[in-house]
């Protein structure tokens, strides 16, 4: 008696299971939507920064994230940035450790307060083949706006630009939009982000 009840809970638990893997394959097959996950070892986040005397360049490490298909269609996404990441690639000895302490300091991004940057992509429009024009919701320093992008797929990969009006963000060092007089250390308020992702 008791080697049947085993019998029927293990059938039980067998027929359970297949159900629900069923299920579960059924359901991907008629939302055709699959989320893949990036790559981060893989993928790379370059910024530039511009000012009136010449501009700043090097990258910032990406934390996680992942896109979001539906069908092979790129419909979705999002993206954690390491903001404590943040490296020079154009300069070298002191300067370099001098520039990417303030641009870790309250003066530009406070990474002490605000160690992450996200974005979320809120709708992605075909743009041609392998071609997307998206919007996002970007939050730098805890602070939240839309910004536009442009997305490119190929494959397992995608390169992904965006310009970004710090001033936006709170990010006000050698910002003409809050400061007079600065000249030639003016800092421009727009910095380019451009995104290879792998997944």
């Known amino acids: 008696m008791a080697f049947s009840i085993i019998n029927l809970l293990g059938a039980s638990v067998l027929a359970l299971s297949t159900f629900t893997t069923t299920t579960v394959a059924e359901d ?6 699959e989320t893949k996950e990036i790559l981060t070892e893989k993928s790379t986040l370059v910024w530039k920064g511009y000012k009136v005397t010449g501009s700043h360049h090097g990258t910032v490490d990406i934390k996680s994230g992942s896109l979001i298909f539906k069908d ?28 990417e302490g303030h641009l870790k300091s309250d003066d530009f991004f406070g990474v002490e307060k605000h160690p992450t940057a996200s974005l979320t992509l809120t709708k992605v429009k075909p743009d041609g083949k392998n071609a997307y024009t998206a919007t996002g919701n970007l939050t730098i320093k805890g602070i939240t706006n839309p910004v536009e992008l442009e997305i490119s797929v190929y ?4 390169n992904a630009t965006m310009k ?3 001033s936006k963000f709170d990010v006000r060092y050698g910002s003409t939009s809050f400061f007079d007089g600065l000249k030639d250390k003016a800092i421009y308020d727009e910095f380019d982000l451009v995104a290879d992702f792998e997944f």
Request: aromatic share 2%; no cysteine.
């Open 28 to 33: 991907t097959r008629i939302t055709g939507s």
């Open 72 to 99: 092979g269609v790129l419909t979705g996404g999002t993206v954690a940035i390491n903001m404590s990441t943040i490296v020079s690639e154009d300069l070298s000895g002191e300067y370099k450790g001098k520039l």
């Open 155 to 158: 494959g397992n990969k995608a």
């Open 164 to 166: 970004v009006d710090r």
